[in-house]
């Protein structure tokens, strides 16, 4: 796998590209990460056994609040350019709050986005890495507008990484909106309600403190903001689909919403 990090113009909206080549078949477990994604299969598109169901070549991956695995095609001919954008900002370049892609991979086809569908013929059709990921950020960077609620989303957002227990309300405070406009535009931009998504940062927070060496669950549940270490172990399990111990001997635990690969 190859990462590339966007030009500092997209840095506030991409996190990181990453790119797969691979001919040998896999089967991963993947878990929800909080950021939406724009998925270019150049060849074979992965299966997603849970829901009977092929990525498109053009895939659009929102919010998720389940674990799921990947699985390569048979032949196991995978090729594919992802774009991992930050939690609260892909509605701005598809012009499609991602509330209306919760819990699904949609067709790029299926939301009518021309520019978008175009690019997506030149970097399927594009064998250079390089070029490819040039070509997206050329895309990325003529769709790039103020926002300011996604300003403020933006910024509640990062409130949320420090502190994943913080009430709503304070959350709106921190926005300048009341608590019902601040639930309807954080729903808008990110995909998930803001309660509903502190439940992913929680998880996602667990995982960081596994992956730097942590092996008390009292303090992780302590930190990340769990009720208590019971309320962390079901928690965990519900949104990777292993007990913290399991997991610990299935793989090697990463955070993709915490860490950014070099």
């Known amino acids: ?13 991409v996190r990181y590209y990453w790119l797969l080549k691979s001919r040998d078949p896999f089967c991963t477990q993947t878990f929800p990460i909080g950021c939406c994604q ?30 799921a695995r990947i699985a390569s095609d048979g032949d196991g001919d995978t090729d594919m350019v992802v774009v991992v954008f930050h939690p609260h900002v892909i509605g701005l370049f598809l012009g ?5 892609f919760y819990n699904m991979e949609i067709s790029g086809r299926d939301i009518g986005n021309v520019a978008l ?7 399927l059709d594009c064998g250079d890495d390089a070029r490819c990921v ?17 300003d403020r989303v933006g910024a ?3 409130l949320l990484m420090h502190n994943p227990s913080m009430p709503v309300v304070h959350l709106a405070d921190a926005a ?7 639930e309807r535009v954080f729903h808008e931009s990110v995909g998930m309600n803001p309660k509903e998504y502190a439940r992913i940062v929680r ?3 667990s995982l960081w403190m596994l992956q730097k060496g942590c092996r008390h669950y009292a303090s992780i549940a302590y930190d990340c903001g769990y009720a208590d270490q019971s309320h962390f172990i079901r928690e965990f399990q519900s949104l990777s689909g292993y007990s913290p111990k399991t997991l610990l001997k299935h793989c090697v635990p990463y955070s993709d919403f915490f860490s950014t690969p070099a």
């Open 1 to 13: 796998m190859k990462i590339f990090q966007p030009r500092v113009e997209l840095r506030q909206y």
């Open 38 to 67: 724009i998925i270019f299969h150049r060849k074979s598109p992965l299966y997603i056994p849970e829901l009977d169901s092929r990525q498109y070549r053009l895939t659009i991956s929102g919010q998720v609040n389940f674990p």
């Open 96 to 100: 499609t709050p991602p509330s209306e």
């Open 117 to 123: 569908n175009e690019l997506a013929m030149k970097v």
């Open 134 to 150: 040039e070509m997206i950020e050329a895309w990325l960077m003529s769709k790039v507008r103020t926002s300011l609620n996604v």
């Open 156 to 158: 509640t957002v990062n």
């Open 176 to 182: 300048c909106l009341g608590k019902k406009q601040f």
């Open 203 to 205: 998880f996602q927070k």
